[in-house]
């Protein structure tokens, strides 16, 4: 197995395709969707676009739909929700389809969906998805980060290295063993630095900063969480996990 990570949807090569890719948003997308398929939502189904999800969701019935849009860290007028995965209880979602549109991990999840097989994970079902990995090994690994805008995220490499090296001591393998590029290796460094203080990395994290700045914290703390949700969104079809 080889495992490449990606800072940004921008930085995946287009002439291939992998076995398996994973998209991360820690702050706060695949948070939110791991946590919304936890809480017993029927699925979720990912948009780039908010009159395209607008559109697909109105021919869903209202009682079994919950739409989510965020642009810039805040809800977008007129949905149910924005991206706090706080808001994502069995009350709200369950048996229903979570319809979601964000900035930035909604678009990471759509670049990988013609990968055999697509995953998303965050800090809180890290776990489930390593074991998910071990059980069903790929010869090529993508992890994405989801970057903001086209930039960096500190919080999505972390995941990246978080990933990677519960691979690594799951196999019994180095971690350069399974590194296919520079950025797996600098992610798993980055992991074990600050893996005993997540929370305090995500507050630093210039998204973290943005969301203190609007008043989000406690999402903060919940998606710094590690291994807390036995839970695999896997894609079933384009777009929907
Ligand atoms: O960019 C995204 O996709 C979002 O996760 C950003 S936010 O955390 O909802 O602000």
Known sequence: MKVLVYHTPEEI???TIPDCAIAVDVLRATTTMSTALAAGAEAVQVFSN????KHVSEQWPSEKRIRAGERGGAAVEGFDFGNSPLGCTSDAVSGRRLFISTTNGTRALKSIESAKTVLAAALVNRSTVVGHLVQNPAQTLWIVGSGWEGSYSLEDTVCAGAILQGLAESLGVSVTALAGNDEAIAAVALYLTWKDDLVGLLR??????RLLRLNCDDDIVYCAQLDTLDVLPIQREPGVL
Do not use: C, I, K, Y
């Open 13 to 15: 090569p287009t002439h």
């Open 50 to 53: 908010l009159d395209e999800l």
């Open 204 to 209: 630093n994290a210039s998204h973290g900063q």
